[in-house]
């Protein structure tokens, strides 16, 4: 805790840091009142008072304070600053001989001679004092412009600070929230370090805490952990000083564990149950003697057909595509609870399919099931939905940080965004819930941000059109929904545009005039004019009360946001979101679940394998011998013929892919690896392969590709030119 030594620490230096940050806290609370008191007494005409506290506690104080700079920088910045007043030669006048001007307003001097000139000491004191204050604010200890600050609220806390006009009046507290629209869908938009992520968890969290109050609970769903555990500290306390500081200024507690009625708080983390996880590193809980991250799996028959289809289809042309839907439609009607290897067996039955076609669609499926977690539904490890809604006091938290692969880990959002949508529709008594999807760009990006594989493209684009649903369907299904982006731009156009709220940390004029025309508001121009700079003031456009109760009222702007309770992620100093929690967690330490003699099934099932199609008999063994295979499959022997080298290992890529063998291919980039596939391919041709060029580029001599080859080649061209479509064909 932020109050305890970290561990590690000395208890020496424990009391440096904190009797250092009471020292900080005290130095600006020593600035905000002399700046006021000496204010006061220049607004009632003491001038000597209002010298005395320039003196002898402002400027001694500016000049403790860590961060203060020479006079000559502050000179450089805040002169050019428009919103700060700056009377560089006052200040100076008064710094250099402090005492004179005390002694001269003191003895009702109205002007004087200093150093030689005639000054109207009342004016230089007024500006020097404008001028101090200036620097304080340019520090953010006080406000540059004097506005209003009320409370923000949502649905059972404060959010931030709305600053107000003087003239406004929303009242105070002020909701920023309104549910007239039905279930909320909130988009948070802003560039990196503006506080869009501490902004959506601190709403995530408002969220939460409706379970400590009477009427309203919340069940919260923490969806995507894509990559180091950013998503694992709903139940630690807030550790960041800066963020702790500003919950202080807002006058809030800097972290959950001072506040006794909402300090008992709970997570489960739940990851897919993929190969090798009990070897991975995670938090072990050694009082309670468990592991903070338990394993799930996936039914396949939950796997939606459109997710299923496309991913398959990724690999084939569109003339299949009937044929593969209606290999899903038969399984499904013929099986409750079907495997993988069940449609791999109807595609091997199907007639109509080439041998070709059949080895990528079932390579494909292959590829799925050896990432571990599709299993069925008599798996242990199948998640419990309904215990998962209804324990509204625990977060439950998602993460992908384990997946081995891109695939993976959309295949596991994606059927999460499916699956809570269909459960709860078949439920009745549960509570509403709330999902919060970070970085949504990464698992539906618009078509131009797609990745260039060509199954993690169809699977995003299947996301895309899961999550439009859900916004059509979510009053229905109680699901309210957090999500973040750099810019609206970055989502598929269908998604983007259905937020019905959106929270703007920064954005172009064109961004958001189309944000105001996709909530069906016009007042652009105004709320352009309350936009910041600052990290954490954002503008709230839609589903804000004063606008449900204000016709001409559209948005409300700035709000400075407050940090969560609990922790947030400083990457820098946190690694990782499991190294992290042991930093903190005295009861928590690292361990494999191999270590503790824990064995979850994290290996595939052998009556969940899948038989890769082979077609040539008796060939080399695409899984053990992919290089021996791809020349058996796919190179013809003749005296004449060349490939060029890169052609060649283009197509054995695709080979493996369609095999099932590697996500990705290898990777050529490495010289390694590139010298291993040349020494183990010039063996396993029959016949010398023989050094030449082919147009210009490095070639393989006395062989081609034959016709199975090609196609490989052709498919994995095809796809790099629907990666590199130009902007101008994007929706």
Not at 183 to 194: D, E, I, N
Not at 352 to 359: I, T, V
Request: aromatic share 8%.
């Amino acid at each position: 805790m932020s109050s305890e030594p970290d561990s590690g620490e000395r208890y020496g230096e424990y009391v440096q840091r904190q009797t250092s940050r009471q020292q900080s806290y005290s130095r600006q609370n020593t600035l905000k009142e002399g700046v006021k008191n000496a204010n006061e007494h220049l607004a009632k005409g003491r001038h000597y008072e209002a010298a005395c506290i320039l003196r002898d506690v402002v400027l001694p104080t500016i000049h403790e304070l860590e961060s203060a700079k020479p006079m000559s920088v502050y000179h450089a910045e805040i002169g050019t600053d428009d919103d700060l007043p700056w009377y560089w030669s006052a200040l100076k006048r008064f710094k250099d001989q402090p005492h004179a001007y005390c002694r001269a307003v003191a003895a009702g001097n109205a002007t004087t001679v200093l150093d030689g000139d005639t000054r109207r000491v009342t004016q230089t004191i007024r500006r020097a004092v404008a001028s101090a204050e200036s620097i304080v604010a340019h520090h953010d200890i006080t406000e540059s412009s004097m506005k209003n600050r009320v409370d923000a609220v949502g649905f059972s806390s404060k959010l931030g600070e709305h600053l107000q006009d003087p003239e406004m009046d929303f009242g105070d507290p002020v909701r920023a929230v309104a549910e007239q629209a039905g279930a909320l869908k909130t988009l948070f938009c802003g560039g990196t370090g503006m506080g869009k992520s501490t902004g959506v968890e601190r709403e995530a969290e408002d969220y939460y805490l409706t379970n400590w109050q009477e009427g309203r609970d919340f069940k919260l769903i923490d969806l995507v952990g894509l990559r180091d555990g950013e998503n694992w500290f709903y139940d630690i306390p807030q550790q960041q000083d800066d963020l702790r500081r500003i919950r202080e200024e807002q006058g809030l507690a800097p972290d959950f564990a001072e506040v006794a009625e909402t300090s008992d708080r709970d997570i489960e983390i739940l990851a897919p149950l993929t190969p090798d996880l009990t070897q991975q590193e995670m938090p072990f809980d050694e009082d309670d003697e468990e592991f903070i991250v338990k394993p799930f799996t996936v039914p396949a028959s939950e796997l939606s057909k459109p997710l299923l289809v496309s991913l398959i289809m990724s690999r084939l042309s569109e003339g299949e595509e009937q044929t593969i839907r209606g290999v899903y439609d038969d399984v499904d009607a013929t099986q409750d609870d079907w495997a993988l290897a069940d449609l791999a067996d109807h595609i091997r039955s199907r007639d109509e399919l080439g041998e070709k076609h059949k080895a990528k669609a079932i390579g494909v499926l292959r590829s799925l099931q050896q990432e571990g977690f599709i299993r069925t539904h008599d798996d242990e490890n199948t998640l419990e939905w309904r215990e998962i809604f209804k324990s509204t006091e625990t977060v439950t938290v998602f993460t992908q940080a384990f997946c081995r692969n891109k695939i993976s880990r959309l295949v596991t959002f994606a059927y999460l965004i499916n699956a809570i949508q269909r459960e709860r529709e078949q439920m009745i008594g549960i509570p509403q819930c709330v999902l919060l999807a970070r970085e949504l760009w990464k698992v539906c990006p618009h078509k131009q941000r797609q990745s260039f594989d060509a199954r993690s493209a169809a699977l995003q684009e299947a996301i895309g059109q899961m999550l439009a649903e859900i916004f059509r369907e979510n009053r229905h299904s109680g699901i309210h929904l957090l999500a973040d982006t750099q810019q609206p731009s970055d989502l598929l156009k269908p998604v983007r545009e259905m937020f019905n709220r959106y929270v703007i940390y920064s954005a172009n004029k064109d961004t958001i005039k189309d944000i105001f025309s996709w909530t069906q508001n016009n007042r652009w121009d105004s709320f352009w004019s309350t936009m910041t700079a600052k990290s954490g003031e954002a503008g709230v456009i839609g589903q804000v009360e004063p606008a449900i109760e204000e016709r001409d009222v559209e948005f409300l702007s700035p709000i400075a946001y407050a940090p969560p309770s609990h922790h947030h992620r400083d990457a820098e100093t946190d690694l990782t979101g499991w190294h992290a929690r042991c930093k903190y967690l005295d009861n928590e330490e690292l361990a494999t679940p191999m270590s503790k003699g824990i064995r979850w099934e994290d290996y595939v099932p052998d009556h969940l394998e899948i038989t890769p199609v082979s077609t040539h008999e008796d060939g080399p063994d695409p899984q053990t011998q992919p290089v021996a295979a791809f020349v058996n499959e796919c190179i013809a022997y003749t005296s004449e013929g060349s490939e060029k080298r890169t052609d060649v290992r283009t197509a054995f890529n695709e080979f493996v892919k369609a095999k099932g063998r590697s996500e990705n291919g290898w990777d050529f980039d490495d010289n390694g690896v590139m010298v291993r596939f040349g020494d183990q391919f010039k063996t396993a041709v029959d016949g010398e392969v023989r050094r030449t060029t082919k147009r210009g580029d490095n070639a393989y001599g006395n062989i081609v590709l034959n016709e199975v080859g090609k196609s490989h080649l052709e498919s994995a061209m095809d796809g790099l030119e629907d990666a590199a479509k130009p902007l101008a064909d994007a929706d």
